[in-house]
């Protein structure tokens, strides 16, 4: 049997075994302990956790064994950027700037923006990436007004940490609606998944605390790799319930009793 044959086995028999269904930060057993168990070389078992690392399903830890990593990005309902979600996993987040270019507001832009049609926006294409392995595209316009010179910054670092930092304006809250899509052949290709994987695209509007409109942004996330948290909460005003039958048959009964 050849090597890279038996280092797939054992990349898949160290899954079953200790991934799956494992909590996140569980510790897998020690190199010298796997190869016992799996009857195998110590050098293939660094190879099928090589496997495991690129996959982002165990994590290397200094000193010690790895853990296992949940491979799931959750955004929770409170705002913070890729970045700060990336590195609370434990994640090196990072981006390859695909497009950074000045042009005039369409409609559909301007009235997301809540500026004139044709006014000058700054459009910025991302992939954002984890360890490395691609995440999510996203794409964002900027008011020229409010954030001029920003194309001739670094853009592949937090963008929110650079409006900050350069403009000292913040995005204070998002509106964002999420769809699932299927990904074509050149979205795939992008995000590193097969044609027709599933896929979540969110268009959001980021505002500062005044309601000024700062970004849109519309994203494409992994499926497998991302899901959305929500929390909602019961509507004020709500109509009272209707009561049974038998108990508004109960009072038309005692009232006519009081009236004779």
């Given amino acids: 049997m050849r090597p890279a044959h038996i280092a797939q086995e054992a990349r898949d028999a160290i899954e079953s075994r200790y991934i799956l269904g494992a909590e996140p930060a569980a510790v897998l057993p020690s190199e010298r302990q796997l190869a016992a168990e799996l009857g195998i070389a110590r050098s293939t078992v660094r190879s099928a956790l090589a496997m495991l690392r690129e996959q982002q399903l165990i994590r290397a830890r200094a000193g010690g064994p790895p853990v296992v990593v949940d491979p799931r990005l959750t955004k929770a309902p409170r705002l913070s950027s890729f970045t700060q979600d990336a590195l ?10 695909l497009e950074a270019a000045e042009e005039p507001a369409d409609v559909t832009v301007a009235r997301d923006l809540g500026i004139a049609p044709s006014s000058p926006v700054q ?14 595209l996203e794409e964002v316009w900027l008011p020229q007004e409010i954030f001029p010179g920003l194309l001739s910054l670094d853009l592949t670092g937090s963008l929110y940490e650079l409006l900050e930092t350069r403009y000292r304006i913040a995005v204070h809250r998002h509106d964002r609606r999420i769809s699932a899509i299927t990904a074509d052949a050149a979205l795939a290709e992008l995000l590193e998944m097969p044609p027709g994987s599933a ?3 969110a268009t959001q509007v980021g505002v500062d605390r005044r309601g000024r409109r700062l970004e849109l942004g519309r994203s494409v996330y992994r499926g497998d790799r991302f899901d959305f948290t929500t929390v909602t909460f019961a509507a004020r005003g709500e109509p009272p319930r209707p009561r049974p039958d038998h108990t508004r048959s109960q009072i038309a009964s005692t009232n006519r009793r009081r009236r004779t």
Avoid at 88 to 97: I, K, T, V
Wanted: hydrophobic share 50%; net charge positive; charged share 30%.
């Fill in 88 to 97: 609370a996993r434990g994640w090196h987040p990072s981006s390859r700037l």
């Fill in 123 to 136: 459009r910025i294409r991302r992939l954002r990436l984890a360890d490395r392995m691609p995440m999510a």
């Fill in 199 to 201: 896929a979540l695209f």
